[in-house]
C-alpha cells in the first residue's frame, strides 16, 4: 500500500492513510513513511502537536529504526556505510549525506547457478539507518554491491527472477522491523514491532538452510501475528 495518496502512482486509489481514518475516525498525520513495496512499522499522529514532537525526534536522529533485508552476496559481519545519496526524482538537488549501520543475522549458500557460480549466497541483515534519505537503503546496499533481492530499481534482475521462481516471492526483501522513540508529551520510551507475518517473505526467512548468527533469535523476527 501507498502511506498516503502520490504522484508516484497516480492511479492508485487506496493507501494506509485513508485506510487508518476510516477505522479510527481520527485525522491523522504521518510521520513515518515506507515505500510502497517495503512492510513493517508506519508511525502516524493523531494531532498536530504530537506529529511536531516526532517529526523533530526524527529528524535529529533521536529515534531508533531497524530493518531486516535479505541481500545478495555474504557481507561482512556488519559495518557503517556513510555515503551521499540522491533523490531519482529530485536529480537538479546536490546528493544529502546518508549513514547506515547494518550487521549480519543470518547468511545462507544455496546449491543453484544463478549468475556466475555453482552456487549462489545471500545475507539477511539487521540495518539501521541514522538518517531518512529517500531510498537510502537501497541505495546504500547497491553501492556496497549487495543490493536488496526483489529490488526491481537497484537490485539484481537474476537474483529477483531465482527467487520468484524458486520460493514464489515476487516482493522487495526489505522490511521496517522495529521502531523506538518517545511517547510525545513525556519520558517514556516506546518500541513498536512489527515481525514479519508477509507469505512471500516468510517462505525465505523458512528456508532451512539459513545460518543464523548466535546472537541471532529467529523467530523474534518472523514469529505470526496474532489478534484477539
Not at 502537536?49 to 536522529?61: D, G, I, M, R, V
Request: charged fraction near 20%; hydrophobic fraction near 35%; glycine fraction near 4%.
Amino acid at each position: 500500500m501507498l502511506v498516503h495518496r502520490s504522484a508516484l502512482d497516480r492511479h492508485e486509489q487506496n493507501n494506509a492513510l485513508r485506510s487508518l481514518r476510516d477505522q479510527t475516525g481520527h485525522y491523522l498525520y504521518p510521520v513515518h513513511r515506507l515505500d510502497k513495496p517495503t512492510s513493517g512499522v508506519l508511525v502516524f499522529a493523531l494531532s498536530k502537536a504530537a506529529a511536531t514532537s516526532l517529526s523533530a525526534q526524527f529528524e535529529n536522529a533521536q529515534v531508533q529504526k531497524n530493518y531486516l533485508a535479505v541481500v545478495r552476496g555474504h557481507c561482512e559481519d556488519g559495518g557503517i556505510i556513510d555515503h551521499a545519496v540522491r533523490d531519482r526524482d529530485a536529480k537538479d538537488k546536490k546528493p544529502a549525506d546518508a549513514i547506515t549501520r547494518y550487521t549480519v543475522a543470518a547468511t545462507i549458500e544455496l546449491p543453484y547457478y544463478v549468475d556466475r557460480y555453482p552456487t549462489t549466497r545471500y545475507s539477511l541483515l539487521q540495518v539501521q539507518p541514522q538518517t531518512g534519505r529517500r531510498h537510502q537503503i537501497r541505495l546504500h546496499m547497491k553501492h556496497i554491491s549487495h543490493p536488496i533481492v526483489g529490488d526491481t530499481n537497484y537490485g539484481k534482475t537474476p537474483h529477483n527472477k531465482f527467487f520468484a521462481s524458486h520460493y514464489q516471492c515476487r516482493r522487495l526483501l526489505l522490511h521496517a522491523h522495529s521502531i523506538c522513540l518517545t511517547e510525545p508529551g513525556s519520558s517514556q520510551a516506546v518500541t513498536i514491532t512489527a515481525p514479519v507475518n508477509d507469505t512471500q517473505f516468510l517462505r525465505v526467512l523458512n528456508e532451512p538452510a539459513w545460518q543464523w548468527q548466535a546472537a541471532t533469535d529467529a523467530e523474534y523476527f518472523c514469529r505470526p501475528v496474532t489478534t484477539d
